[in-house]
């Protein structure tokens, strides 16, 4: 059984009659994207949706997203991003299961990424690849966050095959008119996977159950990062017990040196999904002047 070859899904935003308007939503199964205007801020909301509710072995997910001048945009799911275990078929491929989002970010655009964490099942694999390109003005807001799996019920924790998340991040020219321009300032991978030169996955995760890392960046977020180093900061009074957080810049986008704009990678780990929601609840939470809403709480209403 071979991987599953279709066309990706398409969406692009732009200022019409002064609101934030979807002016092309193509839907390529196994995704459909629904668009919902959001009264505060004159923004919208993507919703990427896998049918069945969920990404199954041999498939691939595949988004491009544009968003023009101006444009703000949060792009959330409609719950867990869960990818079901491999088929027998599939269990000898590399990933079974495949999704991938293109950005692009045009003059003074703002994209919050803000899903719900991914969920692997039992014997899942799965390579998730994420390229963002932005103009120097474009700000970004980039939730990546995975759990463990099934926890409650299941006792599948860290019971997957193979999970693997890349994230590049570019700063380009303001007309992004060549593929190939642009300074990358962020270039992460993630790799989990059972290894016989290291040991079982769960072993070498102890008492961790989820992980996230938020990226920020960009003039329009200054203040949000500066909220949100500042929670990092103090956050040995302010955390629950079984919750780590760091804060650091991205160097290579610091050397760019763009004038008060934001700069900030947050890690966060902790010992139940529900932990890491609720720091990332936190951190979106200086989102609601620049959005007008908490894209976690109020979306589509």
């Known amino acids: 059984m071979q ?15 002064l609101r934030c308007s979807a002016t092309l939503v193509y839907s390529a199964y196994p995704s459909r994207l629904l668009v919902v205007p959001m009264a505060a801020k004159g923004c919208a909301t993507l919703y990427w949706i896998q049918y069945g509710g969920g990404m199954v072995s041999g498939d691939e997910y595949r988004l491009e997203l544009e968003l023009l001048r101006e444009a703000v945009v949060v792009l959330a799911t409609q719950g867990a991003n869960k990818v079901y275990k491999s088929a027998r078929s599939q269990r000898d491929a590399e990933f079974a299961t495949c ?59 860290w019971n997957f095959s193979r999970f ?32 016989d030169n290291f040991g079982k996955l769960k072993t070498r995760m102890g008492r961790f159950e989820s992980h996230a890392t938020i990226y920020i960046l960009g003039p329009a977020l200054a203040d949000v990062a500066n909220t949100i180093s500042r929670y990092v900061c103090d956050s040995h009074r302010q955390l629950l017990p079984g919750t780590l957080v760091s804060a650091s810049e991205s160097v290579r986008y610091a050397r760019l040196g763009i004038p008060t704009s934001a700069n900030l990678v947050v890690r966060i780990a902790a010992t139940s999904t529900e932990l890491v929601q609720a720091v990332i609840s936190t951190c979106c939470a200086s989102l609601v002047h620049v959005l007008g809403y908490h894209p976690y709480e109020r979306r589509g209403n």
Not at 3 to 17: D, L, N, Y
Not at 166 to 172: D, E, G, N, R
């Open 99 to 157: 999704a991938s989002l293109l950005c692009v970010l045009g003059l003074h655009a703002l994209l919050v990424s803000a899903p719900e964490p991914t969920i692997l099942y039992r014997d899942a694999s799965f390579k998730q690849d994420t390229v963002i390109r932005m103009g120097r003005t474009a700000s970004l807001f980039y939730v990546d966050w995975v759990a463990s799996g099934r926890t409650t019920g299941q006792g599948e924790s």
């Open 3 to 17: 991987m599953t070859q279709r066309g990706p899904s398409k969406a692009r935003f732009e200022i019409v009659r």
């Open 164 to 195: 693997y998340s890349t994230v590049q991040i570019a700063l380009c020219d303001e007309t992004l008119e060549s593929a190939g321009s642009g300074t990358v300032v962020v270039n992460e991978r993630v790799l989990l996977s059972e290894d």
